[in-house]
Structures are given as structure tokens and as C-alpha cells.
């Protein structure tokens, strides 16, 4: 096999210089391309005209496909197929089509964006995973084994977050997978243990699973953390009184037993802040339910006439609160 000359050699990497340099102008034209189309697609968007948004993010990412703005564009344009989605149109092939096109994008967003170190693109690539579990519910694909392997990837990638967990046990919970449900509330309720809002969804999920031992029991965990804050006391003695007050299944020992406790936690609210408008209402209509209990006239007016003076002074708070005056 010959050889190649020297000026044949010396064509060799001329020609390589030109192709690399014929690409760079390309790539550049092409990023160009995609930040202006990028531009009026936002401004598209930010108009709530999702049609010509999609149609602009999808010349986004035609320009400049690996670009920030084009992984960006993925979500906006999933969220734009999203939004042009009519639930009232659900059955028909180019609406439902709408659905496909928003996960296929919003899992694109997702791959593209989480490897990110923008704190920007880290931000859409969650919302992107929150997007398609949404996308996969009820009102919509109403496809939730699609949604449970995305959660639990929302879940690993961010394993001190308490909502990922709490929208996993919501999905088993409907599902009827109460075991699994209850394992994920304790574990979101475990992500963050000093934010009362596990406390509030552990303790929600045992209220609608008629646990209230349970339900008690969580509020008072919450309560044990924040013992400063009148409103988890508050919180509890109402939980009490809608017992006391809505099942006709309990007898009157269990009413009673019931109604103490409940003043009990409200006086504890009461105490960390006697100015507490709600607490005082409470309190009245857990001194109402007493007075049906009670079996001595006399007890049950003065029981009634307390219940009376809370209601006034707690009016009387609320107009001040209203008037600006303390």
C-alpha cells in the first residue's frame, strides 16, 4: 500500500479543521436558534397560550437538543401538552394523546435535568417526577403502577423528603394496600421527625382508618415535640370533642372519658395562651357536650352558662382582631 505524500498528509488534518470548524458554526447557530425560539416560548407560556408554547419549546429542543435550554424545554413542553389536556374530552384519541406527549417529556426532564448541578435544573427535575405521578392519577391516565416506580425513585433521590413518602402511602392507601401505607406515613413522618406535618398525615391516615387510639397517639407525639405551641393541644382536644360528639357507637362512660381529655388538652392550649380565640370555643363546645352528659340540673347550667362566657370572650377577641386593636 502506498504511502501519502507530504502534501497529501498535510490535506488530512486541513480537511479535519474545516469539518470540526463547519460544526462548531452549526452548534452555535443552532444554540442561537433555541435561546431565541427558548425566549418566545416562555413568554408563550407565561400567557397560558400552551399550544403555540408547545410548538416553540419542540423547535427548542429541534435546535439544540443537548443545550440547557433544551433539556429544560422538555419539562415546559410536558407541562404544555399537560395543560392543553381537556378531562372533559377524556376518551378521545388526540386529547388523550396529550397525556402521552406530557410523560414522554416529563421523563425526558427528568433524565436530562437530575444529572444537573444547576440548582435550577435540579428544581424542574423534581417537579418533572411530581408532573408525571400527577399525570398518572386518577383524574387523568388513572395509571397508578406507573406512578409507584417514579415515586420510589423520588423517594431515593431524595430520602429526606417527607412528601414523596406521604404521596407513595397516599397512592397504597387508595389502593387498599393499608400495611404498605402505614409503613410509608411512619417512614415520611421519620424523614423529618421535627416537622409537624408527619405528625398531621400519620395521624390523618389512622383518623380515616377509624384508629383513634392511634390518630391520639400521633397528635400527642407531635404535641410531645412542640410543647410550646398551643395549637397541637388545641389540635388534639378537637379530635376529642369530634369523637365525643359523631360516634353514636360509644357508650356514655366513653363520652365522658372523652370530653375530660379533650378539655384537658385545651386547657393546656389555653395556658400557653389564654388569648387563644379557637381554643376558647372548644373549650365551650366540649363544656356543651359535658352538659348533655351530666345528670344534675344545676351542674349541667352552670356547665352551659361557662360554656356561654367562653363563646362571648372569644367574639370579643375576634372583633378585636378584626379592628386592629389588641
Known sequence: MRSLSGASRAVVPAVAMLTVGALTACTQVGELKARKAYKAANQAYQAQDYKKAAELYEEVIQAAPESQQGHQAYFFLGNSYDNLYKPSKKGEADNDALLTKAV???????????????????????????????????EKLNDPGRAEPVLQKMIQSDPGDPANYFQLAKLYEDAGAYDAAEQMYVKGKEAKPGDS?????LAGYYN?????????????????????NPEAYYTISTFY??????????????????????????????????????????????????????????????????????????????????????
Do not use: C
Open 104 to 138: 414522554d417529556n416529563y421523563t425526558k426532564a427528568a433524565e436530562t435535568l437530575a444529572p444537573s448541578p444547576d440548582p435550577q435544573d435540579k428544581t424542574l427535575a423534581r417537579r418533572s417526577l411530581e408532573f408525571l405521578v400527577n399525570t398518572y392519577g386518577s
Open 241 to 326: 370533642w369530634d369523637k365525643a360528639f359523631r360516634d353514636a357507637r360509644l357508650k356514655e362512660n366513653e363520652k365522658k372519658d372523652f370530653v375530660q381529655k379533650g378539655l384537658q388538652a385545651i386547657d393546656h392550649a389555653l395556658q400557653i395562651k389564654p388569648d387563644y380565640a379557637e381554643a376558647l370555643v372548644y373549650k365551650g363546645l366540649l363544656l356543651r357536650l359535658e352538659a348533655n352528659l351530666e345528670k344534675d340540673p344545676k351542674k349541667q347550667q352552670d356547665l352551659l352558662k361557662e360554656a356561654d362566657k367562653l363563646r362571648d370572650r372569644a367574639n370579643e377577641l375576634r372583633k378585636k382582631t378584626a379592628s386592629g386593636t389588641n
Open 197 to 201: 406535618a408527619g405528625y398531621m398525615q
Open 208 to 228: 380515616r382508618q377509624g384508629q383513634f387510639d392511634k390518630t391520639i397517639e400521633a397528635l400527642e407525639q407531635r404535641a410531645s415535640r412542640e410543647p410550646n
